[in-house]
């Protein structure tokens, strides 16, 4: 089964290519503003972040598939999916997009971090298994926007704070593990500023014991044709499952 997380920066074209090239069992979209007509509407979901004009989306090739109604704050930049796997197996999928917030008390001061602390506390009953039913194999992916090399970039200000560090932690507190981690243990660039040149990786993705163990291949697609299409790459992952 393959996944794909993708930011396709806002753009339609990046769908041609998503389906065609890479061809996802299961596709996790960030900035999706809206969705191409020919695209069949059963085989995906699509909703607006708040005073957003872009959202979150899940594509499903062929699968039997639900969307999973969380009670969430964060609508349109956290989507959660239930497939049924090859194998016959349920997969909860999570979608993941870390905003770019002001503070109510501090309008000019924006943060990422936060929103996805808020997140993951509205998917901790989810993650620790207490919804009934009980779900155990989960894939979580998405941009969020956060590096944890940024505690000690010298752009950033974070000297002797963990802030990234810890929102990461925190993930990995769930038992999820790194994915990308494990095909690129040094970090890989999956973001490209149009003013600065420093390899960013703001797009993840975690997976749950079982699933991470059957994981068989991971890449980033840096493609020409990628980079043409948006300013993220694409994380695909192959998993036997």
């Known amino acids: 089964m393959r996944i794909v997380d993708w930011n396709i920066h806002r753009r339609l074209p990046p769908w041609e290519y998503l389906i065609n090239e890479l061809d996802p069992d299961i596709a996790l979209i960030q900035e999706c503003s809206k969705l191409p007509k020919t695209l069949d509407s059963s085989k995906v ?7 957003r004009k872009f959202g979150n989306a899940i594509y499903v090739k062929d699968a039997v598939w639900e969307e999973l109604s969380i009670d969430t704050t964060r609508t ?12 016959d197996e349920s997969l909860v999928v999570i979608n993941l997009y870390g905003l770019l917030e002001s503070l109510h008390e501090n309008p000019s001061r924006k943060l990422v971090h936060p929103g996805i602390h808020i997140a993951l506390s509205e998917l901790s009953y989810l993650l620790g298994g ?3 039913p009980k779900y155990t194999n989960f894939v979580l ?7 944890r090399r940024m505690d000690t970039h010298p752009t950033f200000g974070r000297k002797g704070k963990r802030t990234t ?15 990308v981690k494990e095909y690129y243990p040094d970090s890989v660039q999956t973001y490209r500023h149009n003013t600065g040149n420093y390899f960013w990786q703001l797009d993840h993705m975690f997976a749950s014991k079982k699933i991470f163990k059957n994981l068989n291949n991971l890449y980033i697609d840096n493609s020409d044709e ?16």
């Open 141 to 147: 992916a998405g941009d969020f926007n956060n590096d």
């Open 76 to 87: 349109g930049s956290l989507m959660v999916a239930r497939v049924t796997t090859p194998k």
């Open 165 to 179: 560090n810890l929102m990461f932690d925190r993930v990995e507190d769930y038992r999820l593990q790194d994915c």
């Open 130 to 132: 207490l919804t009934r």
């Open 45 to 51: 979901i699509h909703t607006l972040a708040k005073d």
């Open 226 to 241: 990628v980079n043409r299409l948006s300013d993220h790459n694409p994380i695909v992952a192959d998993f036997d499952i």
